[in-house]
């Protein structure tokens, strides 16, 4: 059984769309079939694992991008989010028109990322440009959902209130994980005990709070260490830890390596890669 686009714990938002075959996964511990003209959104919470896949499968990428790319759309739709996001079916059917549809999305999207590896574009280009691909991945989620939403039944079901409390700590710890990594300030903002919080956490996702602030963090932390030209000293100030030192122990605590080894590791493996 092999994993479904896993980088970086799992940290990732993406859209998929299969274009042609089929394969039988295990979404969340569900087993389901995805179909030529199925889409699915992978997130922190779904889980996914391909079983069997027919030898002419092949499913496009619409967009995969980090999970913060949704939080503006969460605080303005949320009730449209969460719908979608508690459902245990994690994939709709799309007509001919809604594939054309997401596929040249996909290719616009490309384009835009592609264009932000140019040496040429200035500094307030790239800016614009990010801000553009944040606006068609965010419009792309509401049109899935909009497809999503009109194939469910028209009931609410409303004995999900744990998994209701892990989505909002989810998008409540995107928008607050640089300033706040104390379990008890995400406990008080849904208005828990933080025994308590941290006891639905953990039934909820097999997490508990803390692991989940200590793993954004983390992959924040490597995304921002990714990056040629930003120093050790820089990402310890983007993530706002009070000095270097700091961000240098919390990241071996957590990694076992320091911040400094990463990127060492990192051209290495780009070294190595060149060298083929």
Not at 26 to 53: F, T, W, Y
Not at 72 to 79: L, R, S, V
Not at 91 to 117: G, H, M, P, V, W
Request: aromatic residues 10%; charged residues 30%; positive net charge.
């Amino acid at each position: 059984m092999k994993k479904f686009n896993q980088i970086d714990s799992d940290m990732s938002f993406s859209m998929h769309l299969c274009t042609r075959g089929k394969c039988e996964m295990i979404v969340n511990d569900k087993r389901c079939l995805l179909k030529c003209g199925d889409a699915l959104i992978k997130s922190p919470l779904v889980q996914i694992s391909r079983v069997k896949e027919s030898e002419d499968f092949c499913m496009a990428t619409i967009f995969e991008d980090e999970i913060d790319v949704l939080a503006p759309i969460a605080e303005t739709n949320f009730d449209i989010v969460q719908d979608f996001l508690r459902q245990n079916k994690f994939y709709c059917s799309c007509n001919a028109n809604e594939q054309a549809n997401f596929l040249t999305r996909k290719k616009t999207i490309d384009e835009y990322k592609q264009a932000l590896t140019s040496k040429d574009i200035s500094g307030k280009q790239n800016i614009a440009i990010k801000h553009i691909i944040a606006l068609l991945e965010q419009a792309t989620i509401l049109e899935y959902a909009n497809i999503f939403l009109k194939q469910q039944e028209n009931k609410h079901e409303d004995n999900n209130k744990e998994r209701n409390i892990m989505i909002r700590f989810i998008f409540t710890l995107f928008n607050n994980y640089k300033y706040h990594r104390q379990v008890k300030f995400y406990a008080d903002s849904l208005n828990f005990s933080a025994n308590h919080f941290t006891r639905i956490i953990k039934k909820v996702s097999k997490r508990t709070p803390s692991e989940w602030i200590s793993i954004i963090t983390i992959n924040q932390s490597k995304k921002l260490l990714r990056k040629q030209n930003i120093s050790i000293k820089e990402v310890a100030q983007e993530l706002n830890f009070p000095e270097q030192f700091t961000f240098r122990k919390y990241f071996k605590l957590y990694t076992g390596i320091s911040p400094k080894e990463y990127k060492l590791n990192l051209s290495k493996e780009k070294s190595a890669a060149s060298n083929k």
